[in-house]
């Protein structure tokens, strides 16, 4: 990462260039973080959708449902860290991304044990079914 001397020498294109190479490495890691918000978080739901929070420390992570968009910030300092809105597509590089590892690994869980529920369940339906075809048939 370059410093903030380096980063201040260069031009606003350069720059734009750089935060949009950080946002597309780093779009894999969003949905990580997606993820964290609406399997860990709290849901507060409105008439449009549902929005998912989730805070660990300073670290506040936003998704609304509705919109497709999610913000992540740091409370105490008011910075702006990720965000996936379409004016602001950004992901600032730090530590504070590496603290959410074991909550990354839990909604990954999470996630693939109502997949698999949902693949057991379509399962016994489709045994249902062709049990029942076969039973009219005798």
């Known amino acids: 990462m370059k410093t903030r001397e380096e980063l201040l020498a ?10 949009q190479e950080q946002y ?7 949905l990580d973080f997606a993820s964290i918000a609406q ?29 497709y ?5 740091n409370n105490r300092t008011k910075q702006l ?5 379409p004016t602001e597509r950004i992901f600032i590089e730090g530590e504070w ?8 690994r839990i909604a990954k869980e999470k996630i693939s044990r109502r997949e698999k ?3 057991d ?5 489709l045994i249902d079914e062709i049990l029942e075809v076969k039973n009219e048939r005798e």
Request: charged share 35%; proline share 0%.
């Open 121 to 125: 369940q379509e399962k016994r339906h």
């Open 81 to 85: 860290l990720a965000s996936t809105h």
């Open 10 to 19: 260069l031009s606003i294109k350069e720059l734009q260039e750089i935060a």
């Open 39 to 67: 399997e860990l978080g709290y849901t507060s739901s409105s008439a449009s959708s549902d929005k998912y929070r989730f805070i660990k420390g300073d670290i506040e992570i936003f998704v609304d449902s509705y919109s």
């Open 117 to 119: 529920e949902r693949e």
């Open 24 to 30: 597309l490495k780093n779009r894999e890691r969003l």
């Open 97 to 104: 991304s590496e603290m959410f590892e074991e909550e990354i």
């Open 69 to 73: 968009f999610m913000t992540i910030r």
